[in-house]
């Protein structure tokens, strides 16, 4: 995962998740969700941790360049 536009969509597809789903997740609309993987919002780090409790991961890689 090397950006968290990429990241995101990545851990996405990868685990077979719809942005609704992913949404669901954070707690956010999928309209909402979309816009953190288009990079139009910023990711919150909160959801960021939950991404990774969810997803059994380092949170932090999302942020990595």
Known sequence: MNTICGGLRELRTKNKKTQKEMGEILG??????????????????????????????????????
Do not use: C, I
């Open 28 to 65: 956010t609309s999928a309209n909402m969700y979309q816009k953190y993987e288009y990079r139009q919002v910023e990711l919150p780090v909160r959801h960021a941790k939950k991404l990774g409790k969810f997803f059994k991961f380092d949170w932090w890689l999302l942020y990595e360049d």
